[in-house]
């Protein structure tokens, strides 16, 4: 695999001074052209020891519009970065639309160096590629140029090249694999090979640089970084030419605002049994005693370092609002935070859609609450024709696989809908109108929406079908009786905490 890289190919100083300006003002252009087509650019820098990996990064900044590019070091995990799904690091720091973002060994560089040394087996290390294989994908399917570059020397000037940096007694290792990986030159190669034939993908693929003279190295670098942006620029050019071409709005997705049909006559909601109510003197005093456990057993997560992650979705007026007060009553306010999601901000559009939500996944022993979520995605989104169906058909994959990186190893993500019947919708929308203090809670969209009931019936439907999966399944709570919903709310995640803890 490494064979061509390896060659040991150089430019003299007289040829790389003719290359460079040429080089420098091509590249400088392609990333003009990429920011003014708001293109992301994630480039990520991987390799050998010794090859100047940090040279690379250095050049970058120099060559290009500094102002648009932010560089990101993965070395040593914070206390802050432990706390969280390993992934959450990495998607801080994506760039946004018009934005570039270059990695400095980004998420390849601890397992490859793991692997290498032993501690990653290859089992979880395959997995961990799969993940990140997925994630590009995702990132690649939203609009993100991906650009990988693993920079290569042979063994020989590998090897020389140790020898000389072991003399020097400022040298630094950052982790605790980089002194064993660079002493493994074999061990680092095999594992770099796994990894690259895993994730060379069409959409992510690597580019594998002969760094044995940095001149060489610094044109094909840039050469081929400026080429896969000239590849965007125009790929973005004949996209919009082709929406010019057709013009009008991106139509809702099928079946959005139609009658349900034969299939979908009835469905999981149509068989929830909606008949449940409490007495007002039995309801405080069981709510009570289960806000009571809830605090027990979420102080003792928060000791163990399980995080939780509750997830509300439902029908307008369906009481949300007042299950979340309710149950996070239960709960210390130093460890639970409840995050309103209404439409997305610019900075938000700008990134994928899922940014907007790893920046609030909760640290180990926290809870975060999500009042609408994720799923707004294959919902309002898709009902609304506000995201083309081939990206909310890819969502549900998506989130199962940000469902799963949440819940591992032993969090908790608890899932809610709750369910009202249209006739109870109606009188709570109308009680809203009339009562002076709750107008503020119904909008002309809640009467537009509600027009929709069965283009969004339909979608629940698939939601439910898709993305319930046995570590986070979707718990769909009778809500016609707002008392009755409220206990289910706060009894569903006690018993979730109690099985949790009991597998810690």
């Known amino acids: 695999m490494f064979e061509s890289a390896s060659l040991g190919r150089s430019y003299s100083s007289k040829e790389y001074s003719a290359l460079k300006e040429e080089l420098r003002g091509r590249l400088f252009a392609a990333q003009r052209g990429a920011r003014e087509r708001n293109v992301p650019v994630l480039v990520i820098i991987e390799g050998v020891d010794g090859v100047g990996k940090d040279a690379v990064v250095n050049l970058l900044s120099e060559w290009m519009d500094a102002k648009n590019i932010r560089t990101h070091t993965f070395w040593l995990e914070t206390d802050e970065e432990k706390k969280r799904p390993e992934a959450w690091r990495y998607w801080r720091a994506l ?53 990988k570059f693993w920079l290569h020397i042979s063994k020989k000037a590998h090897k020389e090249r140790l020898e000389e940096r072991l003399k020097h007694k400022n040298r630094r290792s950052f982790t605790p694999y980089d002194k064993k990986s660079e002493e493994n030159y074999d061990g680092l190669v095999s594992a ?64 959005a605002g139609a009658e349900r049909g034969d299939a979908a006559a009835f469905s999981a909601l149509d068989a929830v049994d909606l008949s449940g109510a409490r007495e ?50 239960g709960m210390d306010a130093r460890i639970a935070r409840v995050i309103p999601i ?26 975060t609450v999500y009042d609408r979520s994720w799923y707004g995605r294959v919902l309002v989104e898709r009902v609304e024709g506000l995201t083309p169906a081939a990206d909310w058909k890819r969502a549900y994959a998506e989130i199962n696989d940000f469902e799963a990186q949440l819940r591992a190893p032993r969090n908790v993500v608890v899932k809610y809908w709750l369910h009202i019947s249209q006739e109870e919708q109606l009188r709570r929308f109308r009680e809203r109108e009339n009562t002076p203090w709750k107008q503020y809670k119904i909008t002309d969209e809640d009467w537009r929406n509600r027009e929709k009931f069965p283009a969004y019936m339909e979608a629940a439907e698939e939601i439910f079908a898709r993305t319930s999966t ?3 399944p979707w718990h769909i709570v009778p809500a016609e009786d707002k008392k009755y919903a409220r206990l289910e709310v706060v009894r569903i995640y006690r018993d979730t905490l109690k099985k949790a803890l009991k597998r810690a």
Not at 299 to 316: N, Q, R
Request: proline share 4%.
């Open 95 to 147: 760039p946004g639309k018009g934005e570039m973002a270059v990695f400095f060994g980004g998420w390849y560089s601890e397992p490859i160096r793991k692997l290498c040394c032993g501690g990653l087996n290859e089992d979880d290390f395959n997995r961990r590629m799969q993940l990140w294989a997925r994630l590009e994908r995702s990132l690649a399917a939203s609009g993100t140029l991906i650009v």
């Open 192 to 255: 770099a090979g796994k990894a690259i034939t895993i994730t060379d993908r069409a959409y992510a693929p690597w580019t594998l640089i002969d760094a044995f003279d940095a001149n060489f190295r610094n044109v094909a670098v840039t050469r081929a970084l400026t080429a896969a942006l000239d590849s965007a620029v125009a790929a973005r050019d004949l996209s919009a030419q082709a929406s010019s071409a057709a013009p009008g709005q991106t139509s809702p997705a099928d079946g």
């Open 280 to 329: 007002h003197s039995e309801y405080k005093k069981k709510l009570a005693a289960l806000q009571e456990d809830v605090r027990a057993l979420t102080y003792k997560a928060w000791k163990a370092g399980i995080s939780s992650t509750l997830v509300f979705e439902g029908w307008d007026a369906a009481g949300k609002g007042g299950a979340i007060r309710r149950l996070t009553a």
């Open 342 to 367: 209404s439409a997305p901000t610019d900075e938000e559009l700008a990134h994928h859609y899922l940014w907007r939500f790893w920046r609030h996944v909760p640290m180990a022993g926290f809870v």
């Open 470 to 472: 046995e570590d986070a």
